[in-house]
């Protein structure tokens, strides 16, 4: 582009020499004495023709580093609105990969997000920028009623995700008519973190949920924000805690029509992890709520107040997700399950 501008000015340069130069060959002697004698300050003016070319040349090179420039801006614009779309926490340096993401490999990762209240489950490639990695377009998203779909292959009769083995024996999950290819070791990959995956999409899921205002209507009346520190406070939250996952996991294993692993001719079945992510995945918060509060009422530890008034706020923004659900996962299917159960659902 620089050459460009050259070529262009050296032309007008040298047709505008070429005109001054002719003008200069019919001047009468008398005018060129007249010239000898020009004010210094006025003799520059001769070389004007220069001057104009350099300056022109200045003026595009500058138009064209700015372009150049605001190119360069657009691409880290661009970067930065892919990134807002996807939450910001989709941005991360390759050290310090959040906790939510699942790497596959080549630089494809597996993660849950929220867009507009509802929550997305994307298989996305990813590029680094500078020390950090940004999403692309690059990917496929679906709601998480289907992620067990993903697990599956070939899978083309589900109308939400399909997953398809290509000639090449590769991998392709198409949901409407978005499609991503996933290469053999990474289809190897997403298999092997199969349980892994499901409970940080469910961590997720339920982490976003809202508990409060449910339980606020079953107990008709506001929760504390919280209560202030005793003995009798640390022990009441531990017993509404164990409360809360012994619900938890009734709940699930009726909703999933889940049992109890059981051994069998010396080996152990279990439940299928898709079907213990789908149970929980279906729980509603509302009859929850009302169960758990039932499930206080009911019980009578030795505490100074009643079990239910040790619900707080405060105790449902800090419920450990990951531990009650990886908790829940090696109860209904421990690690060493030869078999799974059955699922009716």
Known sequence: MHNFYICFFLKIHNKAMKETTEEKAVKTPKRRAEDGQVNPSK???????????????????????????????????????????????????????????????????????????????HIRQFKPFG???????????????????????????????????????????????KSFTLSCEQWNELQKQQRTILQKVLIFVFSQRDFIEPFEFVI??????????????????????VV????????????????????????????DPNAIYSGALSMEVTPFCNMFYCSLKESEPHLCLKPHMYVTKMFFKSLPWETMLEELFEFLCPKGTFEYFQCVM
Not at 79 to 89: E, G, H, V
Not at 160 to 175: F, H, P, S
Not at 220 to 241: C, F, Q, R
């Open 131 to 177: 020390n950090k990695m940004y999403p692309t377009k690059a990917g496929i998203h679906f709601p998480p009623e289907t992620l067990p779909e993903c697990f599956t292959a070939p899978n083309s009769s589900s109308t939400e995700l399909a997953v398809i083995v290509t000639e090449d024996i590769c991998y392709k999950v198409t949901r409407g008519n």
């Open 220 to 241: 008709d009346g506001p929760l504390k924000e919280y209560i202030p520190e005793s003995i009798d406070m640390t022990l009441g939250t531990a017993h509404v805690l």
């Open 43 to 121: 003799r520059f003016l001769k070389d004007k023709v220069s001057i104009l070319f350099l300056s022109n040349y200045v003026v595009f090179f500058l138009i064209d580093c700015m372009r150049l420039s605001i190119f360069s801006t657009f691409l880290c614009f661009q970067r930065l609105m892919i990134a807002l779309f996807f939450q910001t926490s989709t941005v991360f340096c390759m050290e310090n990969v959040p906790s939510h993401m699942v790497p596959l490999g080549e630089d494809v990762f597996m993660f849950p997000t929220l867009f507009k209240e509802q929550v997305f489950v």
């Open 244 to 271: 809360f996952k012994r619900v938890f996991k009734e709940t699930v294993m009726d909703e999933g029509s889940l049992k109890e692993p059981d051994t069998m001719a010396e080996e152990l079945w279990g439940n």
